[in-house]
């Protein structure tokens, strides 16, 4: 008869033996493969799932990522198409915290995956859309964060080439005046000038991201919180400066309830949603490296709504104290500091603010608009491009899609691809929560032949719900009296793909926990 002792040895050696063949592992939520992927299609390092040791971000590391997001000049104007378009100052405060909480959820939803599984959001999307249907809303994202980074590279440039005007006047005179493509010298100058800066920050990889935002964040802040009190001192006080709100207001102040619904203040909250759409999809290129699920949550919490609603704040006092003080609104804060500093006759503090504009933008720009196309051009052509060469083609991308005419249609350009971004987010987050019930195979996501290759590598169910979503927000745009379709883009395109998605797709089976070491 065997020993017992004999017995437990062979049967905790079967057991270890077992464990070590097993392609992933899960411990405290977070899982992780246990060798790393060898399908060269689908994987390079910028891609592969970060190991345990690789997660290190705290909730003071994502809520610093947040500031340094959302202090922006985009943000400071922010509040400026609603009030124009008919809100008054609180009202517009309020669809703002509203837009923010409501995009928080899906932030945080889609971040669990990034979290748990520690996949970049190309890869999480192969769950769904399938190995090579990923690709779609990966690249369509892609291509919006691109045009986002030109936005913002041209806001840097515009406060950089004012800088260089305010010590150096004959700066504004190179070129004599003449332009290509809408711009002059000296502006073509500054912006390249401040892409390389961009460029560079996106060539040292995501450590100096990270480094950037933590410094970043709390000067940010810092200096917000002094143009708010240089306002409030010149002016009387707040109240003072909030009461004549009402000269930043163009549009109707008088109108009925139902068409202030729908003519002002949906298409406010979805703009306020497709401001940070892309983000609300690619969230897992940052949470992939939280310690916990508890971290990415409060991290984003404390970061995101705060930060959107106090910067935007700042932008409606300040741009109402420069009524008071100048008899016009000056919504535009490089426009308000060359002001101030040719009054005031003081060059070091024109420098302190476009310095802090030019860190605001940069910050902003590294973490929202490159992070997430890097990726995406990295899961596209994996063999040819990795997280650095890819930042580089988005750069390169900013550049040919001529930011500056973007500026001019800022409201429409949300609305609009919010819709498709709002439809994939539908497909997401309808099959990781819904279908799967969190549940991914970690080691099928690297490989071509697998649980995600569906038909040929794409999801009918996820390609066809991706087309409904797109559809019904077109056909608010088409067809009048359904106008309120288009105006909340981003509301009705997720739920049309997440109501298709779910009817063309079977439920997972029960929860079958990942073994534990």
Known sequence: MERPERSRFRSDAAELDKLARMPARERDGLVELTSPPDDPALHNPDLDPTTRAQRTWGRWSLAALWVG???????????????????????????????????????????????RYGIPFPVFARAAFGVQGAHIPSLARALVACGWFGIQTFIGGKALSELVGLLWPAWTTLGGGATFLGLDLPLWLAFLGFWLVNVVFVYKGTESI???????????????????????????????????SAALQEGPKDMPLGTWLLGVFLPGLTAMVGFWATLSLNIPDFTRYCRSQREQ??????????????????????????????????????????????????????????????????????????VGPANSLANAFPRALDFRRGGLVAAALGIVVCPWLLLDVYSGWLISYSGLLGAVSGVLLTDYWLVRRTELDLDGLYRSQGP??????????????????????????????????????????????????????????????????
């Open 297 to 370: 949550l409060l991290g984003q919490l404390y970061g995101l709504p705060t930060t959107m609603l106090l910067f935007s704040f700042i932008g409606v006092a300040v741009t109402s104290a420069t009524v008071i003080l100048y008899g016009e609104a000056i919504w535009d804060p490089v426009k308000l500091v060359v002001r101030m500093s040719r009054e005031t006759g003081s060059t070091a503090l024109a420098v302190l603010a476009m310095l802090t504009l030019a860190i605001a933008t940069l910050s902003t720009n590294i973490a929202a608009n490159v």
């Open 210 to 244: 990270k480094w950037l935002e933590n410094i970043a964040a709390p000067f940010l802040l810092l200096v917000g919180g002094a143009l708010l009190y240089w306002a409030a001192s010149r002016t009387g006080g707040l109240g003072v400066i909030l009461s004549q």
């Open 452 to 517: 995600y290759t569906y038909d040929r590598g794409f999801n009918p169910a996820a390609m066809l719900a991706l087309v409904v979503g797109v559809a019904v927000v077109l056909l608010g745009k088409l067809v009048p009296g359904l106008e309120f379709l288009f105006q909340g883009a981003w509301f009705s395109a997720f739920a049309a793909s997440a109501a298709v998605y779910l009817a063309r797709t079977p439920r997972s089976p029960a929860h079958v926990p990942h073994d534990m070491p």
């Open 69 to 115: 997001m959302s202090v922006c000049v985009p943000t400071y104007i922010l509040a400026a198409n609603l009030i124009q378009s008919g809100m008054n100052w609180w009202q517009a405060m309020l669809t703002i915290l509203l837009g923010n909480l409501i995009v928080l959820v899906p932030m945080v939803l889609c971040g669990h995956a990034g979290t």
